[in-house]
Nanobody, 115 residues
Framework: QEQLVESGGGLVQAGGSLRLSCAAP????????MGWYRQAPGKQRELVAH???????NYADSVKGRFTISRDNAKNTVCLQMNSLKPEDAAVYYC?????????WGQGTQVTVSS
């Protein structure tokens, strides 16, 4: 089964930065809407940022101005640069891709923010 592979999570102090990366097979990356979700303990999974299949970017209000999503079409990767991290950003972050009706998820990477 084709998979999305995430990397870059970890522990950071409040105000710090982390960069998450997601590598996708070419067959998934091309033409897909791709982005990042997160899920904190006891909460529902929520959209953080994503590219639509047309290339438009969308961000959750809570991360606007602090997080930036980017994609590298040559490397089939999507990255999430997270700056000015807050304790409430702590969660498991999941890479997601949607190709027509099919959804793909990464295994998740933990982001911990200490206050």
């Amino acid at each position: 089964q084709e998979q999305l592979v995430e990397s870059g999570g970890g522990l950071v102090q409040a105000g710090g930065s982390l960069r998450l990366s997601c590598a996708a097979p070419r067959s998934i990356f091309s033409g897909s809407a791709m982005g990042w979700y997160r899920q904190a303990p006891g909460k529902q999974r929520e959209l953080v940022a994503h590219f639509t299949s047309g290339g438009t970017t969308n961000y959750a209000d809570s991360v606007k101005g602090r997080f930036t999503i980017s994609r590298d079409n040559a490397k089939n990767t999507v990255c999430l640069q997270m700056n000015s991290l807050k304790p409430e950003d702590a969660a498991v972050y999941y890479c997601h891709a949607q190709q027509l009706w099919r959804h793909y998820w990464g295994q998740g990477t933990q982001v911990t923010v200490s206050s």
